[in-house]
């Protein structure tokens, strides 16, 4: 076992240590579940508080150009930029990933005319495949047809007959993380549009999205940029494609020149043709003072310590008592994993409901899985340690199989 006094020295030479302390965290629980809810940062409270008191509550309408409500989105979308590599004028913050998939699928569909099959994976998140499911029911089978595979079928499926591939960057469910890179290259060469779903990456570790010539991409506000919940999606659209695309979901704030009240639609220039209709401005409020926390943040230390925290939970759960009766589904290797654990039991959902009775937040993801989130920002080592000790404990005495455990509530 890895003993204490290693697991406080680990805390102690953290250079994310002091980020904890930025984030409103109720004493006695360990949260391993920022991966589905960002915790409130401490900023967000005043800065919702001032949105809703000053500028809702004294300036009224004029804070939509006071206030600069009517730029949020852009500005929100800009800060977001740089934690997934990209450059300006490229990720706008606004919709759920769900509105943002059904805009970005119908765009990068538009790019490739010749071809109407969106690739993707049987276990993506639902959400994903869902919206491309009625994107045929609106198009018609000849405009788009979704083919899922598995994750082993995949590399050879991406093939001259795909039109866009529509892959999420880490798994939801185990934690599987693709090669973004290899992939977008892969689907580049085969004429194949793509686009990432982030949810589980952006705010988790670096990505590069210029770099590696993505096209689209989608993310959260509420996981890991720990907008609140509800906090709008972002989207990412490559600058080269900009010029050649229409957004089905023309709305008014997407128009060149919304206050014109023109009654023919003219795209706005750039991302901004993107958004709908108005924005959530106290869920942008509340997502853009949440982001100040990754200001002075390095992206590589954040995903130095994801790794760190997984190779000590997995280095202690496989030298407790407990082992044999998990199987870890999350993969082994560090580069292949996003940061989470995934630990598959079939008491999974009554064992979480006993960690949460301990203090210990984690989420259970049907059929049988145990999920933690590890998210460095304000995750310890010491966490995670008495996590598997909690763990062990629970799996020795069986207290999982109390009665109590046994309900399941309508979120899980
Ligand atoms: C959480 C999550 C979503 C959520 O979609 P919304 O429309 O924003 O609710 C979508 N995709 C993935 C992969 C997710 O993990």
Known sequence: MICPEEILALDASDPLAAKRNEFC?????????????????????????????????????????????????????????????????????????SINLFKLISSALQLNPERQIVLSQQDNFP????????????????????????TEQLVDAIDESVAVLL????????????????????AHDKGVLVVWDLAHSAGAMPLSLDQHNVDFAVGCGYKYLNGGPGAPAFLY?????????????????????????????????GVQQ???????????????????????????????KSIALAEV???????????????????LDAPQRGSQIALAHPYAYAITQALIDRGIVADFRAPNLVRFGLTPLYTRYQDIWRTVQVLSEIMQTKRYLDKKYQTRQKVT
């Not at 579940?33 to 800065?47: I, R």
């Not at 959400?127 to 598995?150: H, I, N, P």
């Not at 709305?251 to 706005?268: E, L, N, R």
């Not at 939970?313 to 993969?331: G, H, M, R, V, W």
Request: charged share 15%.
């Open 237 to 269: 659209v490559a600058a080269r494609h900009q010029r050649a695309i229409k957004q089905p979901l023309q709305g008014w704030m997407g128009h060149q020149t919304p206050f014109q009240f023109d009654p023919d639609y003219q795209a706005a220039e």
């Open 167 to 186: 892959l999420t960057h880490v798994n939801f469910r185990d934690g599987q993380r693709h090669d973004m890179q290899a992939l977008t290259r892969l």
């Open 25 to 97: 965290l109720p004493e006695q629980t360990i949260y391993l579940d920022g991966n589905s809810l960002g915790p409130l940062p401490k900023g967000v409270k005043e800065a919702v508080a001032d949105a809703v008191q000053n500028q809702w509550g004294q300036d009224l309408i004029s804070s939509w150009n006071k206030h600069g409500w009517i730029d949020l989105a852009t500005q929100v979308g800009e800060q977001i930029a740089p934690l997934v590599g990209a450059s300006r004028g490229q990720v706008i913050c606004c919709d759920s990933i």
């Open 274 to 304: 993107f958004l709908a209709g108005t924005p959530n401005i106290l869920s942008l409020v509340a997502l853009n003072a949440a982001l100040a926390v990754f200001a002075d943040v390095d992206m590589q230390h954040v995903r130095a």
């Open 313 to 331: 939970f997995i280095q202690q759960l496989s030298q407790s008592d407990c082992t044999n009766e998990f199987t870890i589904c999350t993969p």
């Open 127 to 150: 959400t994903d495949l869902y919206m491309v499911q009625g994107l045929t029911s609106l198009l018609g089978a000849e405009r788009c047809q979704l083919k899922s595979v598995t």
